[in-house]
């Protein structure tokens, strides 16, 4: 058997019987087909130390992987290789002789409060050939900004997970296997009532929340990436479905909100995840730094 043929098999495992995540696997696929496809291996004696740590550097050194990507391909052939040695294909895990870089310190960007106003407002005045199309697009853009949900989440979200009545935004096991539930604001209400009502009109039966402009079909990540793209060009303001998510964490603490709170709200399993937050908040370090006692 070929290292494909083991990897379907470790997938399987991992999915249907430990429990991974979808966005795991599918993680720990593209990082080993890549690595197939740029060194050419094919079968077990092809996974050695030295043929994997050479296709980490070169990546780094070639490809301009950041240390993140690095640490998360080195993860998953740990995961890999730990599973094969289970089953006797290859004596024990190697991946631990093999150093991983320090992982880089970076403080993520957001939008500031008024960029946010500007892509709003945009979003809303944008002239688009079908009316679903405008109103599913401006609602995306709120609720990516007014829950802090990933792109993922958003595409993978069911009606039944919208509860109009509690105001309650149910994200199911996605990154992580972690469920959360997210509250919907007053403002957030009246965008989604409003695509509700225009689904309804066009009798929409689809289970998924968000379709596609045309058709009784799920839309997928890739629409959210293309209303960005539209709003970047048309705003000059330069973001990602992703730096939503930062948006909505920065400026959540710059309105008040404990860290505590917005840990939960963000999914982080650890509350030091959502610390970074406080370093890149100078709004909030402005107002932390007027309460010095000597400032009085």
Known sequence: MEIIDYLNQCLVQLEHVQ????????????????????????????????????????????????????????????????????????EGNFMKEIDLPRLERTIPKGLTFDQAEVLIQTCRRMRYKYRFEQIRNYTVLNTLLFTGMRKSEIANLYCDDVNMQNL?????????KKDRVLPIS???????????????RLNRQ??????????DKPMGTE?????VERLRKKTK???TAHSLRHSFATLMLESGCDIYTLSKMMGHSKITTTTIYLACSAK???SSIEKHPLNL
Not at 168 to 176: L, R
Not at 186 to 200: P, V
Not at 223 to 227: F, L, N, Q
Request: aromatic share 14%.
């Open 237 to 239: 303001i330069y973001f």
């Open 206 to 215: 689809c289970e998924k929340f968000f379709l596609q402009s045309q058709f």
């Open 19 to 90: 429990n991974y995540s979808p966005m795991t696997v599918k993680s720990m696929r593209n990082a080993i087909t890549l690595f197939v496809k740029m060194t050419k291996a094919k079968d077990l004696r092809d996974l050695t130390k030295n043929r994997i740590e050479d296709w980490l550097i070169e990546g780094r050194l070639t490809r301009n992987w950041k240390a993140s990507t690095y640490i998360d391909y080195h993860k998953r052939f740990g995961t890999f290789l730990t599973w094969l040695s289970k089953r006797g294909k290859v």
């Open 223 to 227: 629409s959210v990436d293309r209303i």
């Open 186 to 200: 007053s403002k957030l209400a009246a965008i989604l009532k409003e695509y509700i009502i225009e689904r309804k």
């Open 168 to 176: 309650t935004i149910h994200v199911i096991q996605w990154k992580g």
């Open 284 to 286: 909030q370090m402005m």
